[in-house]
Nanobody
């Protein structure tokens, strides 16, 4: 059974930084590329960043500000976020790429506000 547990969210001022973590259990981490997604209030969940075979891919809105990485020994995926903007406010989730619909975790809330 796949379990994804996101953490590291919080409230930060515009221009600030946060690092999110996602601990994965089960085979998802070793079988699939991993990605981060987010869902802002009143909006659909959207792709943020992915890591596959050492290559990264980012949504245009976060390119140059966010960095995805992974620690294979700990089955953990990270999302380093810098120069945060109010429009980055959302619940952030990790999952496979493409996402496994039965594997969404609870997510972690990121709020960017002055």
């Amino acid at each position: 059974q796949v379990q994804l547990v996101e953490s590291g969210g919080g409230v930060v001022q515009p221009g600030g930084s946060l690092t999110l973590s996602c601990a994965a259990s089960g085979s998802i981490f070793t079988v699939y590329p991993m990605a981060w997604y987010r869902q802002a209030p009143g909006k659909q969940r959207e792709f943020v960043a992915a890591l596959h075979s050492g290559a990264t891919n980012y949504a245009d809105s976060v390119k140059g500000r966010f960095t995805i990485s992974r620690d294979n020994a700990k089955n953990t995926v990270f999302l380093q976020m810098a120069n945060l903007k109010p429009e980055d406010t959302a619940v952030y989730y990790c999952n496979a790429l493409p996402p496994l619909q039965d594997s969404w975790g609870q997510g972690t809330q990121v709020t960017v506000s002055s």
